[in-house]
């Protein structure tokens, strides 16, 4: 069954930068939208950010010119640099993805997701 493997969290002063990967773990048909999110105890899950096929890219508001996502459709894979950390950004970051595997229907994915904390 194919999974989607997460890395790159971890702790970092605010002002800080990370860079969060996460890949499907098999060969797949296809993968449509991609997108990562994230959770801050107490709180709903959230969308980062999102980035289409065709490469076109969405953002939260709070993070726009702060975080860049990038994918990799060779690897299978999505990126999400985060620069200008800030503690507010501390949260368990998921990637999503939409994919068609071989020989199963398209559905969405969740990443195990990582842990991101920022101090101040």
């Known amino acids: 069954q194919v999974q989607l493997v997460e890395s790159g969290g971890g702790l970092v002063q605010a002002g800080g930068s990370l860079r969060l990967s996460c890949a499907a773990s098999?060969?797949?048909?296809?993968?449509?939208?991609m997108g990562w999110y994230r959770q801050a105890p107490g709180k709903q899950r959230e969308l980062v950010a999102g980035?289409?096929?065709?490469?076109?890219?969405n953002y939260a508001g709070s993070v726009k010119g702060r975080f860049t996502i990038s994918r990799d459709n060779a690897k299978r894979a999505v990126y999400l640099q985060m620069n200008s950390l800030k503690p507010e950004d501390t949260a368990v970051y998921y990637c999503?993805?939409?994919?068609?595997?071989?020989?199963?229907?398209?559905?969405?994915?969740w990443g195990q997701g990582t842990q991101v904390t920022v101090s101040s």
């Open positions: 999503n993805a939409d994919i068609t595997p071989h020989f199963s229907r398209r559905a969405s994915y």
């Open positions: 980035i289409t096929n065709g490469g076109e890219t």
């Open positions: 098999e060969s797949i048909f296809s993968i449509n939208d």
